[in-house]
T-cell receptor
């Protein structure tokens, strides 16, 4: 009954080689979020989509991009991963209305950069 | 602007003892407050949340938290710790509404439960 699914769970990529992380949802929520969580740190919001409207956080590096081709899917693209980008990447969704109840998180993708 | 401070990066309790994890927040708007639990290499699972109304909120697995506006606190408690409670706990705040999932997290508290 997984509602927010992230693939893959573990990703190893080479320094500088573009990588894409995937998130899908069965909740039909119109808001999707990407968080970065480095080791022993709190999750930090990178950006979010409200429907097709992209909202970048001010301090998110340009190296990070996102795509949302439809309601169900959202992708995180890292154009040139550096060693400092190794982290857990968490996708979350919520209803974009005042009646939203909670944000639902996926299981995360652990990214290793070698 | 919003921020969260969790007092104590590590808390250790005996099985059966009271669990108390502290969280203080700062928010320029009425806050929506959450506690999440994270097991190793897993995503975040919502334990409980405060939006409006009753200030004592009950969550899953026997956890509860009390919103105290005067103290800007939202401490998490559980009367009797179980070994399965060992995990990392995050307190978070959002502005709610259409920003419901825009969460600002505290630094986390690792809970250790020993026999």
């Amino acid at each position: 009954d997984a509602m927010v699914i992230q693939n893959p769970r573990y990703q190893v990529t080479q320094f500088g080689k573009p990588v894409t992380l995937s998130c899908s949802q069965t909740l039909n929520h119109n808001v999707m979020y990407w968080y970065q969580q480095k080791s022993s740190q709190a999750p930090k919001l990178l950006f979010h989509y409200y429907d097709k409207d992209f909202n970048n956080e001010a301090d998110t590096p340009d190296n990070f991009q996102s795509r949302r081709p439809n309601t169900s899917f959202c992708f995180l693209d890292i154009r040139s991963p550096g060693l400092g980008d190794a982290a857990m990447y968490l996708c979350a969704t919520s209803r974009g209305t005042v009646r939203a109840t909670e944000a639902f998180f996926g299981q995360g993708t652990r990214l290793t950069v070698v | 602007a919003q921020s969260v401070t969790q007092l104590g990066s590590h808390v250790s309790v005996s099985e059966g003892a009271l669990v108390l994890l502290r969280c203080n927040y700062s928010s320029s708007v009425p806050p929506y407050l959450f506690w999440y639990v994270q097991y190793p290499n897993q995503g975040l699972q919502l334990l409980l949340k405060y939006t409006t109304g009753a200030t004592l909120v009950k969550g899953i697995n026997g956890f509860e938290a009390e919103f105290k506006k005067s103290e800007t606190s939202f401490h998490l408690t559980k009367p009797s710790a179980h070994m399965s409670d060992a995990a990392e706990y995050f307190c978070a705040v959002s502005a709610g509404g259409t920003s419901y999932g825009k969460l600002t997290f505290g630094q986390g508290t690792i809970l250790t439960v020993h026999p």
